[in-house]
């Protein structure tokens, strides 16, 4: 996409969704909350998944990670906006350790070894009850304030999370690190050879699609005011937010979050009209979606009318 | 530009679609005058099961309801209109939901979803929009410890279950000794497994073996094996009804037994003896409600027996305390409103927390943390695959026996 018509639209959706309290109640305020977050969540696995093509489940772990570092944090005194921040930050280094060893299998192995991720942060974080409550979860103090301006708060930060990581994308797009990334998904052992460094350029992708999700993972935390380890890392998320990149087009800047937005738009809507059969509907568009639009609802562009864009 | 203009106009569409959806529900909720009562309930998912035992009372309860002409609010009869969402077992969902309902549907109430952490969440946005939350089956302590001012819960606490319980075995069997505790570290089963070791040793028993496992454990081998190291004369195991029949039958392949056995909840649920047939008998527990006990009452159903006729003739099978406690949470409802005779917010939470009453579920009056005060018990064994009460006295039909060999 050309850069203006680019900039032009990401402006125009993220203030579709900054406006949702003048048109909608607090359940649209909520749903915008929601697009925003998985938004963020799909633009960060974008990093890894899309750019580099190395199929990584572990979104929920960082999510998780994230809610559990910043809960911590606010129980332990320090103000809100400074949890989030430590969050994001513990939980990215987290990552470019992880990243150092999980990154160096490749394909099927690596996409198994993302997922134990998840299920491990599960059970340390279950198991260590003297400091994360366990099975009990951890309650975090409300944030008070009437619910109207609540949900608009959260629904600011959200979309300034989702902001963040779409600028980070473009950038990483623009620079040696995006080509670089791209070059890896091609052909990882000749990108080595033409002087890629390969191992630095996964991880610093890991490292990027790690940190959002944190921040969204913190911010979610304080939102709810209760987390506990099964909600926190939930295996679904994780298969749900590479879903949702999938359905906009992976790899592309908007397509991931495109692909969120029009994902929590189909399960509401599935949801208030088809209250037994929901799972079975959404299920089926997708598998339909993902059959007849293999490179996500972005490439409809291009068959709708072949001469207007690249 | 042409691609701007498609993305534009995608964008919109999508956006219409959801204001639509969003409209549509709005409109139906503003069609009549009603009482409204939200649930998000787990109809599917990991707790599907106890999701729609929820469902099939409350159902039962305002079919009757309505049947009768509906709730009496001061000098007018209103109908109950019961909004129920699957929010699929997943809690994000659960707060998703409870805000639809409250939002959307206007609901004047909320019935919180089946377990400890998911009524905690619930009844989170509850206390935000300052809407009354009952909850049914919700017993730990901890859940109604963060000073919310609209929750409310039918349940007794469950430290009640456990001195009650070592007191009795004791008696029965005074040569006990040591006891062995593996918990599921949720927050209802790791409450009473830590309730159930206090208990224990503040009666002199000692605790030989006590530990938590992870939600999600496909496999007790290794705990079992450690508990049958320390030969304790009493093992007391916590966890829900999969849990449960693992543990039994894994015991039964390690030859692990003592003489007397404890499954929380297992036996409050027909699942569990359904499941596990012979092994089943001579296991004990606890729970908050059986259908022996014969109160009566204020309500839809004026006895025990009354809600128990009704419930097998509509389910052909007994109903457990999460049916009994959860029908009781509409007479809750019912006798506030008929108390306050509005259906002012600020009103209705005030004459919830001041519910004194008597109903077929037993007595409901709510503590200053909002749990139902503490009363006795029933604790419960199976024998020949079917359960039988051994206390409290009054609803006594059975002695306790050794777990067989």
């Known amino acids: 996409m050309k850069p203006l018509p680019l900039y032009a639209s990401l402006v125009v959706g993220l203030a579709i969704l900054a406006a949702a309290p003048l048109y909608g109640d607090n359940y649209v305020v909520r749903t915008a909350a929601i697009v925003a977050m998985y938004g963020a969540l799909a633009t960060s696995w974008n990093f890894i998944g899309g750019f580099t093509g190395y199929p990584s489940f572990s979104t929920a772990a960082f999510f998780g990670l994230g809610a559990y570092v910043g809960a911590l944090c606010q129980r332990s005194g320090v103000p809100m906006v400074v949890a989030w921040a430590i969050a994001s930050v513990a939980v990215a280094a987290f990552a470019a350790l992880l990243g150092g060893i999980l990154l160096r299998l490749r394909g099927h192995y690596f996409a198994i070894g993302s997922i134990a991720v998840v299920e491990l942060c599960r059970l340390i974080v279950s198991s260590w009850s003297s400091l994360t409550g366990g099975g009990d979860g951890l309650n975090l103090p409300l944030v008070q304030g009437t619910p109207e301006d609540l949900m608009r708060f959260f629904l600011m930060v959200m979309l300034v999370i989702l902001a963040a990581s779409l600028l980070v994308t473009i950038l990483v797009d623009r620079s040696r690190l995006g080509f670089g990334l791209r070059c890896i998904h091609q052909n990882e052992d000749a990108a080595a050879m033409v002087g890629v460094n390969t191992t630095a350029y996964k991880v610093a992708a890991y490292t990027l699609s790690a940190v959002f999700c944190a921040a969204a993972g913190a911010t979610y935390a304080s939102w709810t005011g209760y987390i506990d380890p099964t909600d926190s890392f939930q295996i679904v998320l994780t298969v749900k937010v590479v879903v949702m990149a999938l359905l906009g087009g992976a790899g592309t800047i908007l397509g991931p979050a495109i692909g969120a937005a029009a994902f929590v738009l189909l399960e509401e809507v599935f949801w208030a009209n088809f209250i037994d059969w929901n799972r079975a509907i959404l299920g089926l568009v997708i598998v339909v979606l993902i059959f007849f639009l293999p490179g996500g609802l972005l490439s409809l562009r291009r068959r709708l009318m072949p001469g207007g864009a690249a | ?405």
């Not at chain 2, 964008?11 to 909720?29: D, K, P, S, Y």
């Not at chain 2, 079919?63 to 009768?68: F, L």
């Not at chain 2, 859940?143 to 349940?155: P, R």
């Not at chain 2, 004194?356 to 199976?382: A, C, H, S, W």
Request: proline share 4%; charged share 20%; hydrophobic share 40%.
């Open chain 2, 1 to 405: 530009m042409s691609d701007m203009g498609l993305l534009r106009s995608a964008r919109l569409a999508l956006l219409a679609g959801g204001l639509a959806a969003g409209l549509l529900a709005a409109g139906a909720a503003k069609a009549q005058e009603v009482i409204k009562i939200g649930a998000p309930l787990a109809l599917t998912g990991g707790l599907a099961d106890e999701g729609k035992k929820q469902d099939i009372v409350w159902k039962m309860w305002v079919e009757k309801v309505n049947a009768a002409g509906g709730l009496q609010v001061g000098d007018k009869k209103m109908k109950v209109e019961l909004i129920e969402y699957d929010y699929q077992s997943e809690g994000q969902r659960a707060s998703q939901l409870a805000e639809k309902l409250i939002n959307d549907d206007k609901v004047q109430f909320l019935f919180a979803p089946f377990g400890s952490g998911h009524t905690k969440i619930v009844a989170g946005v509850g206390e935000r929009y300052q809407i009354p939350t009952i909850a049914c089956v919700a017993s730990s302590e901890s859940v109604f410890d963060q000073t919310f001012k609209h929750l409310f819960g039918t349940l007794s606490p469950n430290g009640g279950m456990t001195t009650a319980m070592v007191k009795l075995f004791k008696e029965k069997y005074p040569e006990t000794k040591t006891i062995a505790v593996l918990g599921r570290d949720d927050v209802f089963p790791k409450s009473m497994a830590e309730g159930i070791a206090k208990a224990a040793e503040a009666q002199g028993l000692t605790v030989a073996y006590k530990e938590l496992y992870p939600v999600g454990t496909m496999d007790h081998a290794a705990a079992l094996s450690s508990i049958k190291a320390t030969k304790p004369d009493w093992i007391y195991i916590t966890g829900y009804t999969q849990d449960l029949i693992l543990a039994r039958k894994q015991m039964q392949d390690l030859g692990v037994t003592a003489p007397i056995v404890t499954m929380v909840t297992g036996p409050s649920y027909k699942e569990f003896t359904e499941g596990l047939g012979k092994l089943a008998n001579g296991i004990t527990s606890s729970s908050w409600w059986h259908h022996a006990t014969s109160y009566t009452g204020e309500g839809v159903w004026p006895t025990t027996a009354a809600f128990y006729e009704e419930f097998k003739a509509k389910t052909g099978g007994d109903p457990d305390y999460v049916h009994g406690s959860c029908a009781a949470a509409g007479e809750v409802i019912a006798d506030a409103l008929e108390r306050t005779g509005s259906l002012d917010k600020a009103k209705l939470r005030d004459a919830i927390a001041a519910t004194d009453i008597q109903t077929f579920y037993g007595p409901i009056k709510f503590g200053p943390n909002g749990m139902n005060l503490p009363r006795e018990l029933p604790i419960i064994q199976v024998q020949d695959e079917t359960i039988k009460v051994l206390a409290p006295a009054a609803i006594k039909n059975a002695d306790m026996i050794a777990m067989p060999k």
